[in-house]
């Protein structure tokens, strides 16, 4: 069964995000969705239709030179600066911030599709989308899970690092990092689409 996604009756996130658990998971709801680590890195899809989708769209609408002409998405892709990365690093985390942190009581994957519709999605949802977005426009990004629960977006544009930390949409860089890193925040661990790494 699939459900209509009618977005002119107006409800919450979380009625749509829980409508989804329940439409395709009705009789066995976790059953299947545990991951492996394997399975979260190969959950980060950066040529995800979606995903290239929503970089065309905030390209277009941040780069008048862009759409017009050349629509190849790798020389796009290829000939952004470093300033051109940094500003649609600030539109990603700010698209990111428009999504709501949910905590769900269930294990459950919502596709890529799904989340951008709904807007809502809960912390690790939120991570894989995101970094997925990062590395679709050619940033490095990996995924940090905090000995305190939190997870961030850890990326790196040029010789400069930014954290992104996904349940308070919080961006920290330069004595912003300096200040959350003298907080002495620790990682159990990180992962991209081809590492994974633990901290003892």
């Known amino acids: 069964m699939v459900i209509k996604m009618d977005k002119e009756i107006k409800h919450s996130p979380e009625f749509y995000y829980n409508k989804l658990i ?3 998971y009705s009789k066995h709801i976790t059953e299947n969705e545990e991951k492996s680590i394997t399975g979260l890195k190969q959950m980060i899809d950066p040529e995800n239709p979606t995903i290239k989708r929503i970089i065309k769209e905030l390209l277009e609408s941040n780069f008048n030179e862009f759409g017009k002409g ?3 998405f790798e020389n796009i892709r290829n000939s952004l600066t470093k300033d051109d990365k940094k500003k649609i690093a600030r539109r990603i985390t700010e698209y990111l911030s428009k999504i ?3 905590k769900s009581e269930v294990v459950f994957w919502p596709t890529f599709e799904e989340i951008d519709f709904i807007m809502a999605g809960d912390p690790m ?15 490095l990004c ?11 977006l850890v990326y790196d544009i040029g ?8 349940e308070t949409n919080d961006l920290y860089k330069g004595t912003k990092l300096d200040l959350l890193l003298s907080k002495g925040i620790k990682f159990k661990y990180c992962f991209d689409n081809e590492k994974y790494t633990t901290f003892d």
């Open 100 to 102: 709501k942190t949910i």
């Open 159 to 166: 010789d400069e690092r930014y954290f992104y930390q996904i």
């Open 22 to 24: 329940i439409n395709r």
């Open 70 to 72: 050349d629509n190849n």
């Open 125 to 139: 949802d939120k991570a894989i989308f995101g970094a997925s977005l990062f590395l679709s426009i050619g940033i």
């Open 142 to 152: 990996k995924i940090c899970s905090s000995e305190d629960e939190k997870h961030y």
